[in-house]
């Protein structure tokens, strides 16, 4: 049984996955199309104690975002949101908020795979070919594959031939012929290629 599909990823790496900067991620947060989450303790909104997992307008702590990446890792959150409300709740107590890092801001793993789709980013639907019940490609399939590949017909010619082939077997298992992008694959065939010590080939 594989593991269940991640439930938070890192702003930082979600960044580094889209290929664009925390600023992006922020403005994109602050229109609407994502939601930046944190874990905080417990403070007092009035009369409402509030604590765990929150959602934050980065434009209260916009220096955190700066694109040039000088602005602060640490800054005091004033106002909150649980996350399936849409109220914004002030916190009263401590009267200075409440201390977040940059490095424990997250975006929800169905949020971030939701709006890989809607953006159809990769040049793939995120929702795509081998999927199972987790939400994850059928990577332990791939790795079966490409045992089956080297074992019956030896080493491609080079990592791009090797990553086409297996976008190919990805959608050769779906219904609707999709496939995980190149970088998702090669970030997982980058140990295999390391342990054959792959360079050219021997025909």
């Known amino acids: 049984m594989g593991l269940p599909q991640r439930a938070f990823y890192p702003v ?3 960044a580094a996955r889209w290929g664009c900067t925390v600023s992006d991620i ?3 947060a ?7 989450i944190t874990g905080i303790p417990p403070v007092l909104c009035g009369d409402e104690r509030v604590a765990g997992m929150i ?3 980065p434009a209260d702590i916009l ?3 700066r694109r040039c990446g000088t602005g602060p890792q640490e800054a005091h959150l004033q106002r909150i949101r649980r996350i399936e409300e849409a109220d914004w709740l002030y916190i009263t107590t401590p009267e200075e908020g409440v201390l977040v890092s940059i490095g424990d801001m997250m975006i929800l793993g169905q949020d971030v795979h939701k709006f890989e789709m809607t953006n159809d980013l990769f040049g793939r639907v995120a929702g795509g070919a081998g999927l199972g019940d987790s939400g994850e490609y059928d990577w332990a399939g ?3 594959e490409i045992t089956r590949r080297v074992f ?3 080493l491609p010619k080079s990592q791009g031939e090797w990553i086409r082939e297996l976008q190919d077997w990805f959608s050769m298992q779906s219904e609707d012929g999709t496939f995980p992008d190149e970088k998702s694959i090669r970030l997982r065939l980058a140990p295999i290629l390391k342990a054959l ?3 050219h080939p021997k025909r």
């Open 12 to 14: 930082h790496e979600t």
């Open 55 to 57: 959602s934050i307008d």
């Open 26 to 28: 922020a403005g994109w």
């Open 197 to 199: 010590k792959f360079k």
């Open 30 to 36: 602050a229109t609407g199309s994502l939601k930046i």
């Open 142 to 144: 791939m790795n079966v």
């Open 152 to 154: 019956e017909e030896g």
């Open 63 to 65: 220096p955190m975002f």
